[in-house]
């Protein structure tokens, strides 16, 4: 498979995802229905659907990290990262377990785009390719947002 690479950061960020859930008890499904986009990724590729694999592996990842910084988690990720450089006690495991996922995330957009550039560039299969991966990803994200909006409330309550 050549796509060895994309499947294995889509795995780590699906896990990332899981393990949130474990984490962040409150927002258990939340995460859960964050770790499908990479499953699907995954699945895509299995089934030589490199396009839409491709267009999701950088436009999922890129609104993720748009999602996390507007909301401020981006900038506790970054601070639980520092600390960790600089050797000393990480004090929030969730921040730094988004900054990991932030750093796998941008990776993932990195090698999407290599392969997207290196099979399909010029093809013209790119603007409907990123429209239709737009449309999903705008869906999916929507979802978890409205999701995540709903889910405040129950989750301080119980929190």
């Given at each position: 498979?050549?796509?060895?690479?994309?499947?294995?950061?889509?795995?780590?960020?699906?896990?990332?995802?899981?393990?949130?859930?474990?984490?962040d008890?409150?927002?258990?499904l939340l995460?859960?229905y964050?770790?499908?986009?990479?499953?699907?990724?995954?699945?895509?590729?299995f089934?030589f659907?490199?396009?839409?694999?491709?267009?999701?592996?950088?436009?999922?990842?890129?609104?993720?990290l748009?999602?996390?910084?507007?909301?401020?988690?981006?900038g506790?990720?970054?601070?639980q990262?520092?600390?960790?450089?600089?050797?000393?006690?990480?004090?929030?495991?969730?921040s730094?377990?988004?900054?990991?996922?932030a750093?796998?995330a941008v990776?993932?957009?990195?090698?999407?785009?290599i392969?997207?550039?290196?099979e399909?560039?010029?093809?013209g299969?790119?603007?409907s390719?990123?429209l239709?991966?737009?449309g999903?990803v705008?869906?999916?994200?929507?979802?978890?947002?409205?999701w995540?909006?709903?889910?405040?409330?129950?989750?301080?309550?119980t929190?």
């Amino acid at each position: 498979m050549a796509h060895r690479a994309i499947v294995t950061l889509a795995t780590a960020l699906m896990l990332c995802f899981l393990v949130l859930s474990q984490m962040d008890q409150g927002f258990f499904l939340l995460h859960l229905y964050q770790s499908l986009i990479w499953l699907a990724i995954i699945l895509m590729l299995f089934y030589f659907e490199d396009r839409y694999a491709y267009m999701l592996g950088m436009l999922a990842p890129a609104v993720w990290l748009l999602i996390t910084y507007a909301t401020g988690l981006l900038g506790g990720a970054a601070r639980q990262m520092a600390r960790l450089m600089h050797a000393q006690r990480v004090n929030n495991q969730i921040s730094l377990l988004a900054g990991i996922t932030a750093l796998l995330a941008v990776a993932m957009i990195v090698l999407c785009a290599i392969r997207w550039r290196r099979e399909y560039a010029g093809t013209g299969k790119g603007a409907s390719t990123f429209l239709v991966s737009l449309g999903i990803v705008i869906a999916y994200y929507a979802i978890l947002v409205v999701w995540f909006w709903h889910s405040i409330p129950q989750a301080v309550a119980t929190g």
